[in-house]
């Protein structure tokens, strides 16, 4: 007898996400699921789309209520369930089509009290794992942990790639924050702490998106407000408590606490520049306040970025913290950043601060041309803060190997209209030696990568991306072989060799992996 998920789907004012959301739960290969769409008092048309799923699926049912915040609505679907197992998933998000299957087997395997696994954040043109999973390292492996043995789990705070045996949550009496921002902090830090085993998959489990207003300055400026703030402060000190409350080790306290850090430091103070005049005082009295109550060393883990503006907000420059801020959220009105050579600083009266490790070149390929043994790439590169030239080169690696060849010169020219750093965007046209690289080893798969000449401890490389209106693959002879570039998964740039008969395989294969 299979056991049956409960898919809790809040929803509010998403409709032109909401299909995709649904078709990606309605399409799992686990059939055995009820999905519980809660509908919150939306007024743009979500709740059509919701009645139009419920009537041609019997395993979806709607409820509506008024406006109630996803605390409520969360809660609300655990007590509405019927399944073994819950999976939160948000209205604009989607599922990979065997992520409840991945994590199924994985929390049964091992009768552990919640499956986890990968996260991908994606739009329009990439999709890429969120940097914090990166930094430490999670979900790379399959393995059954537990806090103690693994407190980095603490470094991931969201409900929805996670998978909950109901029993654990209910004897717990775990529950979601209500009425306020960022619910799920108490409830995932405190089900990491009170679950006896953890089962975790390297398995993409959860497409998170990156929604096009995230960048809106008038957006982030609305969570900017010292409630949000405020919100999550309190947040983080009553997860703090709990913990020294329920005299949880040493080494997890400290985990914790680094947490808090990077939350409030990459996620609120980097934004600072944004906070209302009339809410500064305030602001900085309860940031510092928190940052305080963190013990020193803890802030010796930062990274550089969130190392300086933890020193800036410790040392009271807000002066300084506001034009860094203006800097990193590119909201600047003149030139900040000072460029000499290839290294960018940013000075505020008598104080310099090197910026060189935050500069991340983007290069996007747009198109292709064969000519005589040659392809020509083309597209735009962006060196952010750039205002006179900075030279640099584009590399291809073979994949699992590490082996680098270096394509040569890049020729650029900065666009036009560029007021504040104006050699920021620029147009590039690189010759890609096809037939030189072919009589190499072959049976492998080339990644191409860009990086800034100069220390290559601050100049880190950067995968080549190709834009989703490019063409998606593009092949051209090269000698006896035939050369596949092509768009990954991800977004990036890749080529691989093959034969005129495993060209037409590997075509196959790649138009059915971009489909997901």
């Known amino acids: 007898m299979s056991s049956k998920v409960s898919i809790i789907i809040p929803v509010y004012n998403i409709a032109s996400y909401l299909e995709e959301c649904l078709y990606s739960v309605q399409n799992q290969s686990y059939r055995d699921l009820e999905v519980i769409m809660i509908n919150d008092g939306s007024t743009d048309g979500s709740e059509q789309i919701l009645e139009r799923f419920q009537k041609n699926d019997p395993r979806f049912r709607l409820f509506n209520q008024e406006n109630r915040g996803l605390g409520y609505t969360r809660n609300r679907g655990i007590s509405l369930s019927n399944g073994q197992y819950v999976f939160f998933l948000d209205g604009d998000d989607r599922l990979p089509k065997d992520a409840i299957q991945h994590l199924l087997s994985a929390i049964e395997t091992h009768d552990a009290d919640y499956a986890v696994g990968k996260v991908l954040r994606f739009h329009s043109e990439r999709k890429y794992v969120p940097i914090r999973h990166l930094e430490f390292n999670l979900y790379t492996q399959k393995q059954v942990t537990t806090i103690e043995q693994n407190p980095e789990l603490l470094q991931d705070s969201i409900a929805c ?3 909950w045996k109901k029993e654990f949550l209910i ?5 979601f924050i209500e009425g306020k921002y960022y619910e799920d902090l108490f409830f995932t830090m405190r089900a990491a702490v009170l679950a006896k085993t953890v089962a975790v998959t390297n398995k993409v489990v959860y497409y998170w998106r990156v929604r096009t207003e995230e960048h809106n300055r008038s957006i982030t400026q609305e969570q900017m407000k010292l409630e949000n703030t405020l919100h ?6 009553q997860n703090r408590q709990w913990l020294i409350d329920n005299r949880v080790s040493a080494k997890v306290v400290e985990q914790n606490d680094l947490k808090c850090l990077i939350d409030v430091l990459r996620l609120h103070a980097v934004k ?30 930062l990274a550089p970025k969130e190392k300086m503006l933890y020193d800036l907000i410790l040392n009271y420059r807000f002066d300084d913290l506001e ?3 203006e800097v990193y959220m590119n909201i600047e009105t003149s030139p900040v950043v000072e460029q000499e050579g290839h290294r960018f600083f940013v000075r505020v009266q008598n104080r310099t601060y090197d910026i060189t490790a935050d500069i991340k070149p983007i290069m996007t390929v747009e198109d292709f041309q064969k000519q005589d043994d040659d392809v020509i790439l083309s597209g735009e590169l962006v060196i952010p803060k750039a205002s006179q030239k900075v030279n640099g080169y584009v590399y291809v690696a073979r994949r699992g190997e590490g082996e680098k060849i270096d394509l040569g010169t ?7 209209g560029q007021d504040i750093y104006p050699c920021e965007r ?3 046209r690189l010759v890609c030696p096809i037939r030189e690289i072919s009589r190499l080893k072959t ?16 100049h880190r490389p950067s995968r080549v991306r190709l834009k989703s209106t490019a063409k998606h693959h593009f092949r051209v002879k090269a000698g006896l072989k035939i050369a596949l570039f092509y768009r990954t998964d991800y977004g990036n740039l890749s080529l691989k060799f093959s034969s005129d008969i495993g060209i037409k395989r590997t075509i196959k294969k790649l138009v059915s992996f971009f489909k997901f």
């Open 410 to 416: 890049i020729e650029c020219k900065p666009k036009p």
């Open 161 to 163: 790639n996670k998978l």
């Open 443 to 458: 049976e492998n798969v080339y990644d191409f990568y860009y990086r800034i000449d100069g220390d290559e401890r601050v």
């Open 272 to 301: 600072f520049a944004l906070v209302d005049q009339t809410e500064r005082k305030e602001w900085q009295e309860n940031v510092l306040s928190f940052l305080q109550e963190i013990p020193r060393e803890t802030a010796q883990q």
């Open 426 to 428: 620029q147009t590039f």
């Open 323 to 325: 034009k860094i801020s």
């Open 232 to 237: 999550r402060l309190s947040a983080l000190k």
């Open 171 to 175: 004897q717990n009496d775990l529950s």
